[in-house]
């Protein structure tokens, strides 16, 4: 039984970035995710990391900036030092699948 899975539905708000390291290619999509909570509005921007397999989802969907998606993954938090010296830590994802929502085209024609 797993015990740390997250569910994101949100946007991409960069173009991907992608990495080529000795042990292979790995990608970073930034997403925002908004929530409501009565008439106030909250958006959390969280970067998304894709591994392996999952990170074929960014060339086979197309990912790109403006795009919907989905992400099934696990939360994790990065720590590291800043250019200022400040200790930060961060929540990410590491995807287990990023998916696409397509667009629905108007349809002007009646029936």
Known sequence: MRTN?????????KEPKIFDTEKGKFG????????????????LYIDVKLFGHV??????YEID??????????????????REGNEVKLPAIIANSMVKFHKRVKDDSSF
Do not use: P
């Open 5 to 13: 899975e997250i569910r994101l539905v949100g946007n991409v708000v």
């Open 65 to 82: 900036k403006g795009d919907r998606v989905q992400v099934d993954g696990r939360l994790v938090l990065e720590e590291f030092t800043n």
């Open 55 to 60: 990170f074929n989802d960014i060339e086979y």
């Open 28 to 43: 970073v999509v930034r997403v925002a995710v908004n929530s409501r909570r009565g008439d106030k509005e909250e958006t």
